[in-house]
């Protein structure tokens, strides 16, 4: 069966050579075989799918201590100075990347996880603080954000020959890094506390845009995206045809980097006063204090809870 369906992929797929090419970083090749596609394809998209829904029941149930913070929240009013001039140096860099992946012909690399991180970090700026969304995905982001860690100490450039195009990549990426910086001092956002279920929900995400997103248009467009055709020159090359499930299962690892590199940047990072007031009535209130005040909010114990677990936010 899968060697029919490899032979499917192998006459709808982007024309490859079999051949790699170790010199540019655009160009894909079949150095996994379609067949090994196809199996993979469906084991990490039927895992990740189902990780990241269970894990988002788990971390975000109607009582949990996510919940609570939400309930706490006052939104701003309005926005300030300092975050419509990140908003706009942010959106300045990434236009200035779309011009030049444009002139290339390259707009697919748009889909790149960092260049995805810039459009998410525009979209947190923007967006209305009294939802819920873009508190959400900056928390998520504050999990996936060693991506561009790695970018940084070890950057790819091989194809960046265009002016000012090796400057915008750094300055894209400190971005990247600093943005979330000033989120948290600004004091306009929900930070949520450590949590595993919060850890394992967010990587899957991540790791479902790979495996469903980037993959299919990877082989589709026969375009490198994310290194899901081949691996990069280095480590990831030792394990061969083996290296994407070595690579998630690294990303994994990375993940848990929101344990101790964003959180001391969390708990040491003074606040901004919003209007003589905290924005976040909640930034002064502990994970346990919330657990204890979930307890007493539902006044039934343990039953009460595990039929909230069953509503969604």
Known sequence: MFDRMGDWLLSVAAEMPFETNWETSLNGSWYLSPRRHTVEFIIYNALFLYTVRYFYRRALFPGSPISTLFDMYVAPKKKSKIEITVLVTLATSLMITVYQKWTRG??????????MSAMMLIAILAGPKEKKWPHLLLNVYFHIMWGT???????????????????????????????????????RYVIW?????????????????????LSSMALFHGRNLNYLLMPPPGPLQWFGRWYRPVMYAFCVFLTMSRYFLVEVVIQ??????????????????????????????????????????????
């Not at 390259?106 to 260049?115: D, I, K, M, V, Y």
């Not at 506390?193 to 997103?213: G, K, N, R, T």
Request: charged residues 20%.
């Open 106 to 115: 390259g707009l697919l690399f748009l889909l790149q996880p960092c260049h």
């Open 193 to 213: 506390p450590l949590s595993m279920d919060v850890a394992l929900m967010s990587f899957s995400f991540f790791a479902l845009y790979h495996s469903a997103v």
């Open 149 to 187: 860690m790695l970018a940084l100490l070890s950057p790819d450039l091989r194809d960046y020959d265009q002016f000012f195009e090796v400057e915008n990549f750094f300055i894209e990426h400190y971005l990247l890094l600093l943005t979330p910086i000033y989120m948290i001092w600004s004091n």
């Open 268 to 313: 040491w990072l003074p606040r901004r006063s919003v209007n003589g007031e905290y924005g976040v009535k909640a930034a002064m209130v502990s994970p346990k204090e919330l657990l204890s005040s979930k307890k007493l909010a539902s006044g039934k114990g343990g039953k009460n809870n595990n039929m909230n677990k069953r509503k969604i936010l």
